[in-house]
Nanobody, 119 residues
């Protein structure tokens, strides 16, 4: 049974920093990407960062220069370092792991972790 768990969310003041972690347990073969999404009530889930199988990270324009994504696909642990946070970053952040093997695509989601940026 695969489980994906995010941690590290919380309340932070504007300008502050948080580091989110995502850890997957269970057997996941053929990881091709790990993505960080965020969602606020009434809005669609937004892709914030993506880490490909080669380890290269891409960031959404809205977080470039402030966020950094990293991780280890083999160890199944990933991080989202968030700096200079603003109220607009308030959202539930989700970890999404995608794998491809035996000609099938698999997706695994975490339960989300709340990030609130407020003074």
């Amino acid at each position: 049974q695969v489980q994906v768990v995010e941690s590290g969310g919380g309340l932070v003041q504007p300008g502050g920093s948080l580091r989110l972690s995502c850890a997957a347990s269970g057997s996941i073969l053929g990881i091709i990407a790990m993505n960080w999404y965020r969602q606020t009530p009434g809005k669609e889930r937004e892709l914030v960062a993506a880490i490909g199988s080669g380890g290269t990270a891409s960031l959404a324009d809205s977080v470039k220069g402030r966020f950094a994504a990293s991780g280890d696909n083999a160890k199944k642990i990933w991080y989202l370092q968030m700096n200079n946070l603003s109220p607009e970053d308030t959202a539930v952040y989700y970890c999404n792991v995608r794998a491809y093997y035996s000609l099938s695509l698999y997706e695994y989601w975490g339960q989300g972790t709340q990030v609130t940026v407020s003074s």
